[in-house]
């Protein structure tokens, strides 16, 4: 007689957040200017907030934009979340999350204020480093160019992608930077959980 395998809890927090982001676009077109000045995260002293660093990422400016967070968050989360539990993934995402403001602040403060920032890539790009650290070795398809690669890989490509468009400036309108500091986020976040285990 064989005992039953054990299955990992089902994910709460990827599916949590996925559900708060869906409902808040839902509910833009009824109060978009109230929503964007109040939410999105402005540049400091042209309508920041504290709570910004936070809100900005769940605001998405279309579906697609909704659509390609969401699904990464999903993907990546979910499995993040059956190794580590819901605790840390939010740990995790919120580190991201806040390294990706962080960073966005800093360049409006080096080049001059811009546009607010929306939407939750940052946070989507730090899942996915703690993804390439966790499963360096499982396949991933990534949508252009469709060719399966090592999570390890896709993670350091997609990362030296950014910071070339960031310092070329192409692809206006993206926060590139903001992407590498949700990158940065969750890797200080895994260094310290590295750190803690090795020393017990």
């Known amino acids: 007689m064989h005992p039953t395998p054990i299955r990992p809890p089902a994910p709460i927090i990827a599916p949590v957040l996925i559900a ?9 077109p009824m109060t978009p200017e109230w929503l964007l000045g109040n939410l999105a995260l402005w540049p400091l002293g042209d309508g920041f907030q504290p709570w910004q660093l936070a809100s900005y990422a769940f605001l998405h400016g279309g579906l697609f934009h909704l659509a390609f ?3 990464a968050l999903h993907w990546f989360g979910g499995d993040l979340e059956r190794v580590y539990g819901p605790r840390r993934l939010l740990l995790l995402y919120a580190a991201s999350v806040l390294g990706a403001a962080l960073a966005q602040l800093g ?7 811009g ?8 946070g989507v790009f730090g899942l996915l480093l703690a ?3 966790t499963f360096p070795r499982r396949k991933v398809i990534p949508l252009f160019p469709p060719i399966p690669m090592p999570a390890w890989l896709f993670a350091a490509l997609y990362a030296a992608l950014e910071f070339y468009l960031g310092l070329s400036g192409q692809l206006p309108g993206i926060a590139h930077f903001a992407h590498l500091g949700g990158l940065a986020g969750a890797g200080g976040v895994l260094i310290y959980w590295l750190l803690r285990a090795h020393h017990r």
């Open 20 to 28: 708060i982001c869906v409902v808040v676009y839902l509910l833009t």
């Open 69 to 71: 967070n969401m699904l």
């Open 107 to 113: 360049v409006d403060a080096l080049h001059g204020a």
């Open 115 to 122: 546009p607010p920032t929306i939407g939750a890539s940052g």
């Open 131 to 133: 993804y390439a650290v």
